[in-house]
């Protein structure tokens, strides 16, 4: 598994700038043309062919799967252009950190999976409609708050707050649509965050008050130290035919700078070739042509 592991991380290195550049751009670009053809049909029959429904998907409209994803989070002008300058920083700030693939990979997964939640959830409550959109971006700030847990924003672009306290109060948010909705809707809100542990895992961890990862820390086991290699280990080691390992050794006599450490050996610049001879016939042995 380690193996496995370490052999991912050096595919995403290598293909850490594939993928679609700019894709927060591009989806709120998209966003931004929904929200104005929506603005436009007082009907609300956008509304209903994007928005995600268990059923339909079932009777074969799959771009339910991913269409929500466009929605505007917001039905007034003010509200979504915040809402969207806010996310586009997000999207940014993570694809600047994790890399464009890595990214592209985390919000094509989170929504795949969130997807598939929805429909399981969905299905089991006989729910029509579900409101996937509001989920769709809970684990994207988790990820940003452990990336960069010390980075702040502007709450109500007023108010400064560290991303690590800000995903607190996601996290009370999330406790109280838990305890405020019935079941199983109420499980949307705590399943969104599947795809971020899937992807971040222990890094949780930086979420967590500084106090309390201290405590964590110390609590861990202390790995024994690797004990560190003998100097003198080539003089305990032989091959198979009992000869010790050396990096001189002289033609003539053939002792060897691991027997004789004291003993001085150079190469004869008359040989036709690349031969050391000891101290003693260095310049006492017949020149090899």
């Known amino acids: 598994m380690k193996n496995l592991r370490q052999s991912w991380a050096r595919f995403e290195l290598r293909n850490r700038?594939?993928?679609?550049?700019?894709?927060?751009?591009?989806?709120?670009?998209?966003?931004?043309?929904?929200?104005?053809?929506?603005?436009?049909?007082?009907?609300?029959?956008?509304?209903?062919?994007?928005?995600?429904?268990?059923?339909?998907?079932?009777?074969?409209?799959?771009?339910?799967?991913?269409?929500?994803?466009?929605?505007?989070?917001?039905?007034g002008i003010l509200g979504?252009?915040?809402?969207?300058?806010?996310?586009?920083?997000?999207?940014?700030?993570?694809?600047?950190?994790?890399?464009?693939?890595?990214?592209?990979?985390?919000?094509?997964?989170?929504?795949?999976?969130?997807?598939?939640?929805?429909?399981?959830?969905?299905?089991?409550?006989?729910?029509?409609?579900?409101?996937?959109?509001?989920?769709a971006d809970f684990s994207l700030l988790f990820a940003l708050a452990t990336v960069s847990p010390d980075s702040s924003i502007y709450l109500f672009y007023v108010i400064p707050i560290r991303m690590k306290y800000f995903t607190w109060l996601e996290t009370l948010y999330i406790l109280s649509y838990l305890f405020s909705q019935s079941f199983p809707i109420n499980l949307l809100?705590?399943?969104?965050?599947?795809?971020?542990?899937?992807?971040?895992?222990?890094?949780?961890?930086?979420?967590?008050?500084?106090?309390?990862?201290?405590?964590?820390?110390?609590?861990?086991?202390?790995?024994p130290p690797k004990p560190k290699p003998s100097p003198n280990w080539a003089s305990k080691y032989q091959s198979k035919d009992g000869q010790k390992p050396y990096h001189h050794k002289c033609t003539v006599c053939g002792k060897t700078d691991t027997e004789y450490p004291d003993l001085e050996f150079r190469y004869c610049s008359r040989c036709n070739g690349y031969y050391c001879y000891c101290s003693e016939h260095i310049n006492n042995h017949m020149h090899i042509q």
């Open 17 to 75: 700038d594939k993928g679609i550049p700019n894709l927060m751009l591009w989806l709120g670009g998209i966003k931004l043309v929904v929200f104005l053809l929506m603005q436009m049909d007082r009907s609300g029959m956008l509304f209903a062919a994007l928005c995600f429904s268990p059923p339909l998907i079932l009777k074969g409209q799959i771009w339910r799967l991913i269409s929500y994803l466009l929605l505007p989070d917001s039905s």
């Open 189 to 223: 809100a705590p399943l969104s965050l599947v795809p971020y542990f899937l992807f971040f895992g222990k890094n949780c961890v930086y979420l967590l008050p500084d106090a309390l990862q201290i405590r964590i820390r110390r609590g861990r086991p202390k790995k």
């Open 80 to 135: 979504f252009a915040l809402s969207l300058l806010f996310y586009y920083f997000v999207g940014r700030s993570l694809e600047a950190s994790m890399g464009r693939f890595r990214f592209n990979l985390f919000y094509f997964a989170n929504a795949l999976i969130l997807s598939l939640l929805g429909v399981i959830i969905g299905l089991v409550a006989h729910w029509v409609y579900l409101p996937m959109s509001l989920f």
